[in-house]
């Protein structure tokens, strides 16, 4: 067995930065370590920029030429980007940590970056250099201790001093009590005056600021926490701000009393850009989210990624029918999300209460979801009330609409139980839907739709046993069985006719986690303790069959096998063991996963199956498991060959010294090239099947738009040639396959040692 | 420190009046205010804002507008006439009626020649001030509506009125109308009330700034007659506007209470072109501002919430102090009750009445005692006439009574206070030349009244059961004639201190009825003083917080008193901001001095070491938590007691007890009109 070792810090990764070019139509956001690319008019994804090693922290556009941007990231480097096309351009090496990039139009080749020591922000004076690659080593240091927060830096239009650059330390204004703290900066694109936003909710707009003691300022108060960013439009005739109210606030600029609200946004504004022309502006959201929005404050378009809630209360579950992810999404709302179009579905609304953005407030919750084995039912539970002594929940069921195609609200229970429900399953078998709900009123029932027209939800059977809370309950995979976990004791139910047939106890140690075995594995029934013990019962002996020490928090079965994933958190890392319950021997083990306890996890069926014969990614064969870590970082484990599809398609800018670099010469000329790579490979991969090459002339001729394209006359040959099958016939297209999966802040990781098939992907929510 | 039996006195039910106007002259650095009872007082600016001079109002008579023309101050009034005040001996010189109606507004040109009146009846007219007196000159042209607001331009060629719904530019050579400038009225419903203009301020630029019931601050040009800017400042009105000298900052008072300024800035930094822009907000009042003034380092506004803020403009003070901090003014800096410390009597000064309390009784030990007889109210003194009280007092033994109104002087005997239902009072007849008096002070023996008069000069009469008779005069030997505010007799009745607002103490032999020696003039007035009964020492506060102890006999400052002048006072006891308005001794214990000012009470043991700014100032508490070795190297002369709150008047009674007389804000606030309702977030 191999150590791996330990993984890279990597930054919960937002939308941080939104950058708005709508002459061109483009949104640029910084998200992991990629800068993706948006289209306004669309909202599609159109690429992303990927070269990054770490966290993306700004963009900024080049201000010499608009088609390019630079970005900085936490590795080191800037990167200047060609971003209609995605092309690299060039990488220049800094050095160390970089936090944020500011350029000036007044500053030709230098730029403005926050480096790690002490937060100071430095000047670089860029090389000018052919090669791809350049160490930019002249810096010379503007100021020190300016907050990370890059909201917190801004450019002023310079006058005499050639540019002003203003920051504030953070603890500057922070006396007696009041909170007046600067949380973010703006500067007017034509008039000296400044704009700041404080913890307090004030705006201030500062003037002649560079007389030591005459500066003068001017206060508006809309906001009632802390302003998240500032920005002027272009003509500096608005300003526009944004904090948790999610409310974006339009001021006028001069006559400070007017202000236009567009209310009801989603998450807290975290960041406001506003394009060039003064049409669009573009905020984003904290739940992962950027809003497109119409000058005229109109909302125009929504690009929506994997929402971020607070915390993901109920389990990861697939929807059978979309087969999409479910999980907490928007407050109060259950989000489908499709992991293979990787794309955000739709919210489904469960409390249907208006929520109020503010800090503190106890508001409905969705904490338990389940759906029953077909799709057609979804129970959920909200709650309210953190302390048992106000709580308040709802159990409601949902059915599903095949007219609307979505979930409708079919019963709501409100008082299910009179304690919080700790455990919901629907029984598995296809002909009666049945829910189980298991609460902290040691009580468990039975809910069963009502016989007559009116097909709601009641109450059929009400168990308990010993008056012991339960801790669990489980259906088996024909739904024969309902195993109920009443502390330290299992008690096995039968469905149909509700008589306790036995209990299982293996003290010590109340049991956390239940799950019978699937297919062939089904005569067992797994169970976790809270003293690290995993247990497997045999139920036709009713006797434990095996049982050892490991310290499970998540146990998952997967539906589609006999397979089982078990968590186990230890000395600061998770460890994944998958195993069948007949088999003493895990299957597949993999240590330090993540350095995080993991407590959601989920099979996700694949749409067609692997046919992996190695031994240690059979399971992954015919579903994929993907896993939540406590930091809220979405993983998944895929296999050597998925991963070399989708090995990355981000385009590299070969700079030919004797050819000047067009559009003509980066169709022809790299077509070419390859051609050459692929005549010059000497070990072909033999049990490859021939592939019809080629996808790369066709793609890019259809990829390419039309009016930069040759003429036809030059391309039909190669066109053609394309077509033709290869007499070497042993190279393989690394293209061939390429499916371009648009995951929505996704990252590929590539860890040190780790073994030669396995690889991990990284979703990060 | 010694154990005291405290009278909390809450019965005084003392309520300052709004304030309506107000007026700065720049050149003596005074601010003018008058109230709505129509006194007058005036504040020295560089001084800590003391309140040098008041001159009390009179029934009906509401103050409207306040204007200096140079050192003089005129004030008008909705009765019609324009008032000159004789500041020296603080009274009204003359009346003259304007006809004209109620005087909305009275301005000043700058040059001082000319006064300019607005009236009911629509007509602006024109005032010539002479040596002596004003003289009508004539009217600008007669307008259909009321004029609100007047201002010059700096040149006095042109004056802007305000009135409703318009402003009217005339020129002051033709008395013609020159621009008719239209206010818009509100949007909604309030389109059916009329907007007025209640202020204008005329720039030299040519700019007129007016603030209107709309809630507008408008810019207009005067050569073209057009609206050039408007800030909407307010959903209500804005009341008053006051600018810069230097024209670079405007602040408008409005009715929800909050000042604004505007500043004349350049929009972009280093070039000419300048703007109005909004700056800062101030909010100080609870109630309207009727009247803000913009003087060199602060904004002073004042309003229906009767208190006066000086508001500090940071970029415009050189250097940071308690001078320049922001300050409050509640109550007057002068004595508004009176203790007769023998009998146990207080007498209470309203602007109109005079109220004569017995103390209560009480039994008992502990911190909190239980009342075994209520405070009575024995005398409730109405004035005769329309004026109001000036000074008042009640002499020690508790058997006189004396006040005096802006024009006379009166006097009560009353006896048989111990059987005080018989109580039988009688008006003494005074002797003419005790006609008005600006301060009044009795012997320590009750035998003497003393009255401080016009040209700095002491009346003295002497009290028996027949009657009052006038003895003679003290005069000082030279120096100005201003009025003294404050009176000082000794214990023993040899001597007798007074204070101008000139600063000058003399110090008076009352045996041989002359001079004795004047202390030397300090840069600071004098709010307190006291003659020690037994070193005979005069101890006196200063409004910049300063102290000093005067031997009279050696005719030269004591050792202390050098002392605390060459270590220095305490940061603490400088940064305080009211000043202290009673200086008392402790007789038992020789070597204690009593102050007190607003805020606090003080005990001052002229035995120990003075604190330096290195020790801790109040150290009450630390002091209890040492043992009793200890104490004695860690105590210092201060002993600052906090326990009061808004102390209008602390005297030590013959029988060992503190008299505090308080009076909560919060008892104040109660009993204004209703503020303008405002929504509030969360609310």
Redesign the interface.
């Known amino acids: 067995y191999f150590i791996l070792c330990q993984s890279r810090l990597i930054y919960v990764c937002f939308y941080l930065f939104v950058y708005l070019f709508s002459v061109l139509g483009f949104v640029l956001c910084a998200s992991g370590d990629l800068v993706k690319v948006y289209s306004t008019r669309t909202e599609e994804w159109l690429h992303s920029l990927q070269g990054h090693t770490n966290q993306v922290t700004g963009i900024t556009l080049n201000p010499a030429n608009h088609l390019q941007v630079y970005s900085c990231s936490v590795d080191g480097t800037v990167k200047l980007w060609d971003f209609i096309d995605g092309i690299l351009i060039k990488t220049f090496v800094i050095g160390c940590p970089l936090f944020a990039i500011y350029v000036s139009e007044k500053h030709e080749g230098v730029l403005f970056l926050h480096v790690s020591m002490c937060f100071q922000l430095v000047s670089v004076h860029l090389p000018k250099s052919a090669e791809q690659e350049v160490e930019a080593k002249e810096m010379s240091a503007v100021s020190s201790h300016i907050s990370k927060n890059p909201s917190c830096t801004a450019f002023g239009r310079g006058v005499r001093v050639h540019f002003f650059f203003f920051y504030f330390s953070l603890k500057a204004t922070d006396k007696k009590g009041a909170k007046n703290a600067f949380t973010c900066i703006a500067c007017h694109p034509t008039d000296d005056c400044i704009a700041t936003g404080h913890e307090d909710g004030k705006i201030r707009l500062w003037r002649n600021f560079i007389h030591k003691k005459e500066y003068t300022y001017s206060t508006q108060h809309w906001h009632h926490n802390a302003v998240n960013t500032l920005c002027f439009t272009p003509e500096g005739t608005h300003l526009l701000s944004g904090g948790i109210e999610s409310v974006l606030v339009q001021w006028q600029y001069g006559a400070d009393n007017r202000k236009e609200f567009l209310p009801r946004l989603g998450g807290s504004i975290l960041h406001i850009s506003a394009s060039s022309d003064g049409q669009l502006f573009c905020t984003s959201h904290s739940d992962n989210k950027i809003t497109v929005i119409e000058s005229s404050f109109k909302v125009c378009g929504v690009i929506q990624g994997l929402v971020k809630g607070d915390a993901v209360l109920t389990d990861l579950m697939i929807d059978p029918r979309s087969k999409a992810l479910v999980l907490n999404g928007k407050p109060g709302h259950l989000q489908f999300y499709s992991l293979l179009r990787d794309k955000h579905l739709y919210n489904l609304d469960i409390v249907q209460q208006e929520y109020i953005y503010e800090a503190g407030l106890d508001q409905f919750e969705v904490v338990k979801a389940a759906f029953d084995i077909k799709g057609s039912w979804l129970a959920t539970v909200e709650e309210r009330g953190k302390k048992s002594s106000d709580l308040e929940f709802f159990l409601k069921l949902w059915a599903f609409d095949e007219r609307t195609q979505s979930f409708v609200l079919n019963t709501t229970i409100t008082a299910a139980h009179t304690d919080r429900i700790i455990s919901m399953c629907f029984s598995s078998s296809e002909e009666t839907t049945m829910l189980v709900t298991a609460a902290e009123d040691s009580q468990f029932k039975a809910w069963c739709q009502g016989a007559d027209d009116q097909n709601f939800w009641s109450c059929d059977f009400v168990g308990s046993y010993h008056k012991l809370n339960p801790t669990n309950c489980s259906f088996s995979a024909d739904s024969s069985l309902l195993a109920v976990s009443f502390q330290e004791v299992i008690t096995i139910w039968s469905p149909d006719t509700w008589e306790m047939l036995t209990t299982l106890c293996q003290p010590p140690g109340v049991i956390r986690d239940l799950c019978f075995g699937r297919l062939s594995c089904s005569k067992y029934l797994l169970g976790t303790t809270t003293k690290n013990l995993l247990c497997c019962w045999n139920l036709l002996t009713c006797e434990l069959e095996w049982s050892t020490s490991v310290d499970v928090s998540k146990l998952q079965p997967d539906p589609f096998s006999e397979n089982v994933a078990a968590f186990s958190y230890q000395s600061k890392h998770t460890d994944l063991f998958v195993f069948k319950p007949s088999e003493p021997r895990p299957l597949f083990t993999n240590k330090n996963v993540c350095s995080e306890k993991v407590h959601r996890a989920v099979f996700v069926p694949r749409e067609e199956p692997l046919n992996s014969c190695d031994e240690s990614t059979q399971w992954l064969n015919r579903s994929q498991l993907y896993f939540l870590t406590q930091n809220m970082d979405l993983l998944t484990f895929s296999t050597a060959t998925e991963e070399d599809r989708m090995l990355s398609s981000s385009k590299q800018l070969v700079i030919d010294d004797s050819v000047a670099v067009t559009p003509f010469y980066l169709l022809l000329g790299k077509h070419r090239q390859q051609q050459q790579k692929l005549n010059t490979q000497s070990h072909p991969v033999a049990d490859k099947p021939q592939q019809p090459q080629g996808s790369v002339t066709i793609k890019e001729l259809l990829h390419t738009p039309a009016h930069v394209l040759p003429a036809a006359s030059v391309l039909c040959s190669m066109f053609v040639n394309s077509f033709l099958i290869s007499n070497t016939g042993v190279q393989q297209d690394p293209l061939r396959y390429f499916v371009h999966i648009n995951i929505f802040l996704f990252k590929v990781k590539t860890l040190v040692n780790f073994p030669k098939l396995m690889k991990y992907e990284l979703l990060y929510l | 420190m010694g154990e005291f039996k405290v009278h909390r006195v809450r019965f005084f039910d003392y309520m300052p009046s709004g304030i309506r106007a107000l007026a700065f002259n720049r050149d003596i650095e005074r601010i003018a205010v008058a109230r709505m009872d129509g006194s007058v007082e005036v504040f020295h600016c560089s001084d800590r804002f003391f309140q040098e001079k008041i001159i009390p109002g009179r029934e009906q008579c509401g103050i409207e507008g306040l204007s200096w023309v140079g050192e003089r101050l005129f004030s008008a009034g909705l009765n019609g006439g324009i008032t000159e005040y004789d500041l020296t001996n603080q009274k009204v010189k003359y009346t003259i009626d304007a006809y004209g109606g109620p005087i909305w507004t009275i301005a000043g040109n700058q040059q001082g020649t000319h006064l300019a009146v607005g009236c009911e009846d629509g007509t602006v007219k024109l005032f010539e001030v002479n040596e002596d007196k004003i003289q009508f000159e004539r009217n600008l042209d007669r307008q259909k509506s009321r004029i609100i607001s007047l201002s010059w331009h700096p040149s006095g060629s042109k004056i802007a009125a305000g009135m409703m719904d318009m402003i009217q530019i005339f020129n002051v050579e033709t008395g013609h109308s020159v621009h008719r400038l239209l206010a818009d009225r509100g949007v909604g419903t309030s389109r059916s009330k009329e907007c007025v203009v209640w202020s204008v301020v005329y720039l030299s630029d040519g700019t007129i700034i007016s603030g209107d019931s709309v809630g507008m601050v408008k810019l207009w040009d005067d050569q073209t007659g057009t609206l050039i800017k408007s800030?909407?400042v307010t959903k209500c009105d804005v009341l008053a506007l006051s600018v810069s000298q230097n024209e670079d900052s405007l602040v408008a008072g409005t009715s929800e209470g909050t000042v604004v300024?505007f500043?004349f800035?350049?929009?972009?930094?280093?070039k000419d072109d300048k703007e109005w822009?909004?700056?800062?907000?101030f909010k100080n009042h609870t109630h309207d501002i009727r009247a803000v003034a913009e003087i060199t380092t602060a904004v002073v506004s004042g309003g229906m919430d009767a208190q006066l803020v000086v508001r500090p403009l940071?970029?415009?003070v050189e250097v940071r102090s308690a001078a320049s901090a922001l300050r409050k003014i509640h109550f007057p800096h002068r004595r508004l009750v009176s203790c007769a410390r023998k009998s146990g009597l207080m007498l209470f000064q309203y602007p109109g009445h005079l109220e004569l309390w017995r103390l209560g009784e009480s039994e008992g030990k502990g911190s909190s005692l239980f009342v075994k007889r209520n405070p009575e109210k024995l005398l409730h003194l109405k004035v005769k006439g329309e004026d109001h009280i000036r000074c008042s007092a009640v002499s020690p033994c508790g058997e006189w009574i004396v006040y005096s109104t802006a024009s006379k002087l009166r006097e009560n005997t009353l006896h048989g206070l111990k059987h005080f239902l018989f109580l039988f009072f009688q008006i003494s007849k005074l002797p003419m030349v005790l006609s008005s008096a600006n301060q009044l002070c009795f012997s320590s023996d009750s035998s003497h009244l003393f009255s401080a008069s016009a040209q700095s000069s002491v009346h003295i009469a002497s009290l028996s059961q027949s009657g009052c008779k006038f003895v003679g005069t003290l005069k000082p030997k030279s120096g100005s004639h201003q009025a003294i505010h404050l009176l000082a007799a000794s214990e023993d009745g040899k001597w007798l201190a007074s204070a101008n607002s000139d600063h000058e103490v003399h110090i008076y032999n009352l045996q041989t009825r002359k001079a004795h020696c004047t202390v030397p003039v300090y840069s600071s007035a004098v709010t307190a003083m006291g003659i020690h009964p037994t070193t005979n020492c005069l101890f006196m506060m200063y409004a910049d917080q300063q102290m000093c102890e005067y031997s009279i006999e050696q005719k030269q400052y004591t050792d202390w008193s050098r002392t605390v002048q060459r270590k220095g006072l305490h940061r603490f006891w400088m940064e305080r901001d009211t000043p202290c308005l009673n200086v008392m001794f402790n007789p038992q214990n020789p070597s204690h001095v009593i102050l007190h000012d607003t805020y606090m009470l003080c005990i001052i043991d002229q035995s120990l070491p003075l604190p330096d700014d290195k020790t801790q100032f109040y150290n009450q508490l630390t002091l209890k938590s040492l043992p009793e070795e200890q104490r004695k190297s860690h105590s210092h002369a201060f002993k600052v007691c906090k326990t009061f709150k808004d102390i209008l008047c602390v005297e030590l009674m013959s029988d060992q007890s503190l008299v505090v007389v308080e009076r909560p804000l919060e008892d104040v606030a109660s009993q204004l009109p209703a503020p303008i309702k405002q929504k509030k977030?969360?609310t």
């Not at chain 2, 800035?265 to 280093?270: E, F, K």
């Not at chain 2, 822009?277 to 907000?281: F, G, P």
């Open positions: 800030h909407n300024q500043q800035i350049s929009m972009v930094l280093g822009v909004r700056t800062r907000t940071l970029d415009k977030f969360a």
